[in-house]
């Protein structure tokens, strides 16, 4: 491992160390992690990187898989009084839009994998999946990735 791997590592760790000292003094709360299913990388800029994993994109597939991980483990962690939630959407966005117009056939083939043939709407969609979550009406869900995606990614 790198030395800025390291460091990387550790920032996360003291900043989970804090988020837990915080959570615990309230000693209840819900934690959401919204984390997309695209990439954003320069090669391969907003190609989808299923659970499963894909070709080409395992650094990318590998971080995912962590959030999702990361999300189970803080969940047993610090339930009963804190619910971890990942949220992995398809939505416009204005990097979308532009990745688009970089790619003109990459619309069609995301959409293409999209039983729903479109993307969501960020506030609407996305936004209020994320307000359930966040609210008392999901207070039995924990350590759960939600993907609000369309059904564009299969099952795991």
């Known amino acids: 491992m790198s030395e800025e791997t390291v460091l990387v590592l550790g920032c ?6 804090r988020l837990a000292g915080a959570l615990a003094a309230r000693l209840d ?3 959401h992690n919204a984390t ?8 391969r800029l907003v190609e ?3 659970p499963e994993g894909k070709a080409q994109l395992a650094p990318y597939a ?3 898989a962590m959030q999702r ?7 047993r962690e610090w339930g009963p009084h804190v619910r971890v939630n990942c949220l992995a959407p398809l939505a416009t966005s204005p990097a979308m839009e532009a990745a688009f117009r970089g790619d003109p056939g990459m619309k069609a ?4 994998r999209n ?9 609407a969609e996305i936004g209020a999946t994320a307000r359930f979550l966040l609210s008392d009406d999901a207070s039995y869900i924990t350590g759960h990735t939600l993907m609000v995606d369309g059904g564009s990614c299969p099952a795991t």
Not at 36 to 43: D, F, H, K, W
Not at 69 to 75: D, I
Not at 109 to 112: A, E, P, Q, T, V
Not at 115 to 123: N, Q
């Open 69 to 75: 991980g990361m999300a189970r483990a803080l969940a």
């Open 109 to 112: 083939r995301i959409l293409g």
């Open 48 to 50: 989808v990187a299923p």
């Open 115 to 123: 039983p729903l043939r479109r993307l969501g709407d960020p506030v």
């Open 12 to 17: 996360q760790n003291a900043a989970v160390r």
């Open 62 to 64: 590998g971080v995912k």
């Open 29 to 31: 709360g819900v934690v």
């Open 36 to 43: 997309s299913s695209l990439s954003s990388a320069p090669v």
